[in-house]
């Protein structure tokens, strides 16, 4: 399981950061993303970001507020989320898998995170 942090409670228009550690297992994957998961809804796409190539992906629904990106120096891959709204509300997940790894499709991931709480209050 993956070590992911950050999260919590802001207002709308805020800004978080999530973290997810990109050593050991994670450091031979090839596909790191973000997912999240509203209570009563399927999980999401939120972003995703090819290791070697450093090429980015995003939903549509995230694109331009969201921003995810390698940290060498921590060694994770990190979730920048600005201009957060009430619908961003979710719990988050931190996922990595191999090459083959279909990166909007949560069921071809290998290792997932813990999650972690994101509220946005109006």
């Known amino acids: 399981q993956l070590q992911q942090s950050g999260g919590g409670l802001v207002q709308t228009g805020d800004s978080l950061r999530l973290s997810c550690p990109a050593t050991?297992?994670?450091?031979?994957?090839?596909?790191m993303s973000w997912f999240r998961q509203a209570p009563g809804k399927e999980r999401e796409f939120v972003a995703g970001i090819r290791w070697s190539s450093g090429n980015t992906y995003y939903s549509d629904s995230v694109k331009g507020r969201f921003t995810i990106a390698r940290d060498s120096a921590k060694n994770t891959v990190d979730l920048q989320m600005d201009s957060l709204q009430p619908e961003d509300t979710a719990v988050y997940y931190c996922?990595?898998?191999?090459?083959?790894?279909?990166?909007?499709?949560?069921?071809?991931?290998?290792?997932w995170g813990q999650g972690t709480q994101v509220t946005v209050s109006d």
């Open positions: 050991g297992r994670t450091s031979r994957m090839y596909v």
């Open positions: 996922a990595a898998g191999p090459s083959i790894t279909s990166i909007p499709d949560w069921r071809t991931y290998a290792y």
